[in-house]
């Protein structure tokens, strides 16, 4: 079993930053991949970011540019700029190896 915990959501005005920190804790593999999902209201789950134990990133395609995936070992960072309205959603850390584990979620409001 893998456990997530995320944490750094908030309120924030358009055109802040925020950075969400996740830690991963149990039964580790060294081939996995790490990432951030998010799911708004009446939306699906959509891709953030991910990024692979050797440092390989993939990003959704809204966030190019302005979102910045990052990884210590079992720590990964979301480092969001430029925050838009449209970025208002539940913020899902993810940990995948043979198997795939969600956190409980970090709610970031973009609003003024």
């Known amino acids: 079993q893998v456990q997530l915990v995320e944490s750094g959501g908030g309120l924030v005005q358009p055109g802040a930053s925020l950075r969400l920190p996740c830690v991963a804790s149990g039964r580790l593999l060294d081939i996995n991949v790490m990432g951030w999902y998010r799911q708004a209201p009446e939306k699906k789950r959509e891709l953030v970011a991910v990024?692979?134990?050797?440092?390989h990133t993939n990003y959704g395609g809204s966030v190019k540019g302005r979102f910045t995936i990052s990884r210590a070992n079992a720590k990964v960072y979301l480092q969001m700029n430029s925050l838009k309205p449209e970025d208002t959603a539940l913020y899902y850390c993810?940990?995948?190896?043979?198997?795939?584990?969600w956190g409980q979620g970090t709610q970031v409001t973009v609003s003024s």
């Open positions: 990024i692979t134990n050797g440092g």
């Open positions: 993810s940990y995948r190896d043979i198997s795939g584990y």
